[in-house]
């Protein structure tokens, strides 16, 4: 007798190869039977006739860190078939971090992380992945961050890591890693992260492949002078081939600038393949998303958020933040739409051009008055191209860079105020659904592989990503003529649709396109 039988659905396993009809016998959290079941009993069974099914698709980039302590359920992603998120990303979540810097890093983040509740115990990465063990409905891995380490170590200071601080900051990684991260995490445009240097990442890339971790990176695009190479590819492939870490890059893929130059991309990347161990991950959207507070200059984050705020509190200090601001990183201001503001929600979805127009001030410095009246409660993402030519090519080179056997899929996810990216609802059936269907370009099969089984294998999630018996019965079914992301930029918050049944550790997390709040994540691996 199994716990659940998914009947006559068409299996396509995680590896690539050719999809097949079968049913799939679940007993407990594990897949127990794979063949002609039609004989054997279950207390329920799933008609999966005409659906795919699948392995629980794994998101190798997010940033639910804090919304999943506030809505566990997370349908956003739970919706989509992800069964499995990986944490930490950017360097920009809460572990290892002592209750005071919690409360600091907590208040730094809220723009793209949100407000899980004050008094947790984020001590270690143990505590951290306690919060999530069977309280949240998808697994969730974690890569020890960056900005904890560095905060734990030297605080929100712009000083070198060196010494006592940088074998304090490798003792940490490995006890995360021996506690059960997956790897380490940076986002060199971010901070406390930017004020490191290439010598600093070396050392710690050395400590995180000690434990075989992986080092996930968002390139660097501040303090370039620090870094080898001037930042951004290179000086990852730099810290791959000086610590000998395995790197894997966070959503790397082209825009309207470069629409079509898949090759132009990759091509360091694909060069240095002999001698750095390499993997990287995309989203299915031309533009991107993030919090107001990281468009402040580099300066402007020493002392950590309440210093941030006393320096938008000071008039003078105020115009020179905006004037960096407009002549820097917010230069298309008119592109810039406002996702979260949780104290002005009318402000969600308009444009910052538009909000500086009714404040009566220069774009920048109203960014830097609502970043100090919100608390710095702001997120925002960049609208499409205007040009749909540019929007489709960039569209297609996304399926180009997922026909790689080294990519998979990082949503980037941000579900976080009342307008945030599409991308946090629509990104896998975006690709499985729409995109598939209208480029080609790699079979069903071939996708399902890169967004299960090649970021089980990366990171290490044993027992998942690929559908056969002994392993975990992460498992999604769809229909792949009809799957399809709903969600847009103009309208969000919106489930897709062809994807009625999701079930997680062997509990059905989603019955019939609805979640049934049923919480059967695991801290992973
Ligand atoms: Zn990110």
Not at 288 to 317: M, Q, R, V, W
Not at 374 to 380: A, N, Y
Not at 410 to 422: A, T
Request: hydrophobic share 35%.
């Amino acid at each position: 007798m199994f716990d659940v039988i998914v009947s006559n659905g068409t299996l396509i396993d995680g590896t690539g190869s050719p999809s097949y009809e079968a049913d799939v016998g679940i007993s407990g959290d594990k897949v127990t039977a794979i063949g002609d079941l039609s004989e054997a009993t279950s207390k329920r069974t799933i008609n999966a006739t005409g659906l795919v099914v699948a392995p629980g698709l794994i998101d190798s980039h997010v940033h639910s860190d804090g919304v999943l302590l506030i809505d566990p359920q997370h349908a956003n992603s739970l919706r989509q078939g992800v069964t499995t998120e990986i944490l930490g990303q950017d360097g920009l979540s809460y572990a290892p971090l002592s209750q005071e810097n919690y409360q600091i890093y907590r208040k730094y983040l809220v723009g793209i992380l949100g407000e899980p509740p004050e008094e947790l115990d984020m001590s270690s990465v143990r505590s951290f992945r306690s919060h999530y063990h069977k309280k949240t409905s998808i697994n969730t891995a974690y890569l020890v961050a960056h900005g904890a380490i560095r905060l734990e170590t030297l605080g929100f200071q712009d000083v070198p890591m060196t010494g006592q601080s940088l074998k304090k900051a490798c003792d940490l990684i490995k006890q995360g890693m021996e506690e059960g991260a997956v790897g380490f995490a940076t986002g060199l445009s971010y901070h406390p992260q930017a004020w490191s240097d290439t010598n600093e990442l070396v050392a710690l890339c050395e400590a995180t492949n000690e434990l075989d971790g992986v080092y996930v990176t968002h390139l660097r695009d501040v303090n370039t002078d620090r870094a080898f190479g001037g930042g951004g590819i290179p000086e990852a492939l730099e810290i791959g081939r000086r610590s000998g870490v395995k790197v894997h890059f966070s959503h790397t893929r082209t825009s309207e600038e470069n629409a079509g130059k898949v090759g132009e991309v990759l091509e360091l990347i694909d060069k240095s393949k002999d001698q750095v161990d390499t993997t990287l991950e995309l989203y299915p959207y031309p533009t991107g998303s993030t919090f107001c507070t990281s468009l402040l200059p580099s300066y402007a984050h020493i002392g950590g958020p309440d210093e941030i705020l006393k320096k938008l509190n000071d008039p003078s200090e105020r115009k020179k933040l905006g004037k960096y601001m407009e002549e820097n990183t917010v230069k298309s201001a008119d592109q810039a739409i406002l996702s979260s503001a949780p104290n002005s929600k009318h402000l969600e979805g308009m444009s910052m051009i538009k909000i500086a127009e009714e404040m009566g001030l220069p774009v920048g410095e109203a960014l830097c008055q609502l970043l100090l009246e919100e608390d710095l409660k702001l997120g925002f993402w960049l609208t499409p191209p205007a040009d749909v030519s540019a929007w489709r090519q960039v569209s297609k080179d996304a399926l180009t860079f997922l026909s790689r056997p080294d990519y998979m899929v990082g949503s980037d996810s941000i579900p976080v105020g009342g307008h945030p990216h599409p991308r946090a609802y629509g990104t896998f059936p975006r690709f499985l659904g729409r995109l598939r269907r209208q480029f080609g370009v790699l079979s069903l099969e071939k996708m399902i592989q890169r967004m299960t089984q090649n970021p089980a294998e990366r990171f290490g999630l044993k027992g998942r990503g690929i559908l056969k018996k002994g392993n975990y019965a992460d498992i999604v079914i769809f229909d792949q003529h009809k799957i399809i992301d709903t969600a847009t930029y103009d309208d969000p918050h919106q489930f897709p649709v062809g994807i009625p049944y999701v079930l997680v550790n062997g509990m059905i997390a989603v019955d019939q396109e609805r979640c049934t709040g049923i919480l059967a994540g695991y801290a992973i691996p």
